[in-house]
């Protein structure tokens, strides 16, 4: 196991990644915010789905998915529909227009990632993305984390 000043660094450092967020989101387009970007992402990710898997999966509430859905909606990027097994609900689903506006924030990101990354080897891009789907797996198997102190 890591040391407690190794954990010390990795938190600065994910403060400091901040920075790198900030900088990939001012690739996409003016008129798809940060939010509605998720949506369309996970959207192609996960195929259609109803609002509330939606939420779950943004991990925000009922109400911000709503605007967030009545934004891309709005631009023709997605498609609600009734939900054959509940009337009440809605299923999403990325529109043809939607794709492309994903394909356009992807090509966008990754021309981005590609310059910044240029004097990266290819096993070291490798490496980071390996570590980083690991990160993620460690706490999506841990979704309420105990804090110790």
């Given at each position: 196991m890591?040391?407690?000043a190794q954990y010390e660094e990795l938190v600065r450092q994910f403060s400091?990644?901040?920075a790198v967020k900030r900088e990939m989101g001012?690739?996409?387009?003016?008129?798809?915010?940060a939010g509605s970007a998720a949506v369309l992402t996970l959207l192609?990710?996960?195929?259609?789905m109803r609002m509330s898997k939606l939420a779950e999966l943004l991990a925000v509430d009922m109400s911000v998915t709503s605007r967030h859905v009545a934004h891309v909606a709005e631009?023709?990027?997605i498609e609600r529909s009734p939900d054959p097994a509940d009337k009440r609900s809605r299923i999403l689903?990325?529109?043809p227009a939607g794709e492309d506006r994903v394909r356009e924030m992807s090509r966008r990101t990754t021309q981005l990632l590609a310059e910044r990354l240029s004097d990266w080897t290819d096993d070291e891009v490798a490496q980071l993305t390996r570590l980083m789907a690991r990160l993620?797996?460690?706490?999506d198997d841990c979704r309420t984390p105990a804090i110790t102190q």
């Open positions: 890591a040391e407690q400091a990644f901040g001012r690739t996409l387009p003016s008129d798809c915010p192609v990710r996960h195929g259609e631009r023709g990027w689903c990325l529109t993620r797996a460690s706490f």
